[in-house]
């Protein structure tokens, strides 16, 4: 009604800045959301390592040690927790207690929300990207060459985002909030496998590979070895694989436009 | 200026003195100004008509409450002023707006308080508060916010660490960081002890002062009879009765109600004449509406006195809140 209600509008980017920073700050706030994202990789990552890292295994021709697979594997696993995981809860979560709800109706886009929680995951995925090659480094002696660096990074981004936007479309399937976790894991858990997260590809039947390939995790999962694989030689950057994880990510774009809910829905 | 933006040393208490330097307040602009306007409003889910036709109309500056039973269409109606839910039919106008295709500048003007929501609990109250402030063009100042809802001390403490009314009370605080014009409460004070209701009434009263118009759901008869300027009733979707605390379903114009218990050894023949038509007995006791109550009391007491009974137990009022209550939404169940 006053004139300067209306004053300046605040520019887009600056708000999702606004939102990433609490989105931020309440992740870390959540010792939940801290162990399944960040502590549990790791373990796995130790664990693996640890009982097999020493046995070596053929991937596409070539042997590879088994702690440097585990390490290029294990960070996609990472990426996947830190993104689809943690905002499936979260958005069923948030959704069920109302907390969207509210969040509509103040005068902002339902685009700043969305960008400002997928950038807090993309965020989240970088750091327990880094966290998973220096503990590869550190104690399984895994390096990383410089020259796949930038496709590693690229895979990080567009894997996360992706995931994200596979998180918003899925999460209106959860009918409720203690249903997440489990949905979730249901989900993820039998993809891990049969992706060749946990077992390596050569002990996994050839009619299991082709299911897990019409599933993203196998694809951001090969996509983020080649960066990791002393046989790449070049910039490492597998763009088919890329290809269909962002392709999954659009899927999850299209569900969630057609199908994303503020309100519970369990009233 | 609208009360938008104001400097954190004015405290709401001030605001009534402060006013008279400022021109240009909503209170004094829009007072009078219709702010809710609702016409033959209409909505079906499936073959179920949850709401069957409302009419409402909601002045500047007014707490209006609306009451009703779970189920007589209270959420719905609220939600498609909210902007939360589309209409079967009917014209619906809020703060000059059609909810159903309202933009940011108007969520910007209207506060909510949703029936169940959660704050988020892993964020501070203050980080709450500024993470709502950062979604308005011009919000309030926080620790003022923190201050009129009366969490000053809590300010750092976690929303989730809150106790119920607490949380209910940020809730409240959210609704106003925006500085809305209008604010929603649905239910407001459901689950809350009486010395807490108590609380959250001061708090309404101050957003009165403040010059906001008030739209109140609530279950609670003596909320709505502490609160509100007007009420309307819902039961199965329509409106049954519409007025203000006094004079809602003729509580003013239903005249007194005079009751006692039959004095032992009397029967209802033995009772005098002159007590009126409208006497209704129920077991040994009797209600007698009347228009007259002293004329009724002085023909009782005459009639007591010349026999010796003490009448022990007589009463004379109007009928409750809550009665008329009952017997509005009661006759439509």
């Known amino acids: 009604m006053s004139a300067t209600a209306h004053a300046a509008p605040r520019p887009l980017g600056g708000l999702v800045l606004h939102q990433f920073r609490y989105e931020l700050l309440a992740f870390w706030r959540n010792p939940q959301a801290r162990f399944f994202t960040l502590a549990l990789p790791v373990i796995f990552l130790v664990l693996l390592s640890s009982v097999f890292g020493n046995d070596t295994t053929r991937i596409g021709g070539h042997v590879v040690k088994q702690s440097t697979y585990y390490v290029g594997h294990i960070v996609a696993l990472g990426v996947i927790s830190a993104s689809f995981v ?17 969040r509509r109706a103040a005068p902002i886009s339902a685009w700043v929300l969305i960008t400002g929680r ?12 880094v966290l998973l090659i220096v503990v590869g480094r550190l104690a399984y002696g895994v390096s990383l ?19 994200c936007a596979l ?27 049969i992706s060749g997260i946990f077992i390596p590809d050569k002990n996994i039947p050839g009619w299991l590979i082709d299911v897990a390939d019409v599933f993203p995790v196998r694809h951001l999962a090969k996509a983020m070895f080649t960066s990791f694989d002393p046989a790449t030689h070049g910039v490492g950057f597998s763009g088919r694989d890329l290809l269909v994880v962002a392709g999954w990510g659009v899927a999850g774009l299209v569900v969630a436009l057609w199908r994303f809910s503020w309100v519970p829905r369990s009233k | 200026m609208g009360i938008s933006p104001r400097t954190s040393s004015e405290t709401p208490e001030s605001q009534p003195g402060s006013a008279t330097g400022q021109v240009d307040r909503p209170a004094r602009k829009m007072a009078g100004e219709v702010v809710i306007s609702v016409r033959g409003l209409r909505m079906a ?42 209409r079967s039919a009917g014209d619906v106008s809020v703060l000059g707006e059609d909810p159903g295709r309202a933009d940011r500048d108007w969520r910007a003007r209207v506060g909510v308080v949703l029936q169940e929501s959660q704050v988020e609990p892993e964020l501070t109250v203050r980080e709450c508060l500024q993470l709502y402030a950062g979604y308005y063009p011009s919000p309030r100042a926080v620790d003022e916010t923190i201050a009129l809802v009366e ?16 949380q209910r009370r940020v809730d409240v605080a959210l609704a106003l960081i925006g500085d809305p014009d209008l604010v929603f409460l649905d239910e407001p004070t459901t689950g809350f002890d009486p010395s807490a209701r108590r609380a959250a009434w001061e708090v309404i009263e101050g957003l009165r002062r403040l010059g906001k118009t008030i739209f109140l759901t609530t279950h609670y008869m003596e909320e709505a009879e502490y609160l509100a300027d007007r009420i309307a009733v819902l039961a199965v979707g329509q409106i049954v009765s519409e007025g203000t605390p006094q004079t809602l379903g003729g509580r003013d114009r239903g005249g007194s109600e005079i009751r006692f218990a039959l004095p032992t050894g009397t029967e209802r023949a033995q009772l005098p004449d002159g007590l009126g038509p409208n006497t209704e007995h129920a077991g040994r006791q009797v209600l007698v509406r009347t228009a007259e109550p002293v004329r009724a009391l002085h023909v009782l007491s005459e009639w007591a006195l010349a026999h010796g009974y003490r009448l022990d137990d007589i009463s004379v009022g109007r009928p409750t809140l809550e009665e008329i209550y009952l017997r509005l939404t009661g006759a439509q169940q």
């Open chain 1, 86 to 102: 943690n905002l499936m809860i979260a958005i069923t979560t948030q959704r069920e207690s109302g907390i969207l709800k509210r």
């Open chain 1, 118 to 129: 997928a950038l807090s995951s993309v965020v989240i995925s970088v750091a327990i990207v």
């Open chain 1, 145 to 163: 060459p410089g020259h796949t660096l930038p496709a590693l990074a690229v895979a990080v981004v567009l894997g996360s985002a992706a995931f």
């Open chain 1, 167 to 193: 998180a918003f479309g899925l999460a209106s399937f959860v009918a409720s909030a203690d249903a997440a976790q489990p949905v979730t894991q249901a989900v993820v858990l039998p993809l891990y496998f």
């Open chain 2, 45 to 86: 889910y499936g073959d179920f008509e949850a709401v069957r036709g409302i009419d409402l109309e909601i002045r500047h500056g007014e707490i209006f409450a609306f009451l009703g039973p779970n189920g007589a269409g209270k959420t719905t109606t609220v939600e498609i002023l909210e902007g939360y839910r589309a």
């Open chain 2, 151 to 166: 969490l000053a001390e809590k300010a750092d403490a976690r929303c989730g660490h809150l106790s119920g009314g607490q």
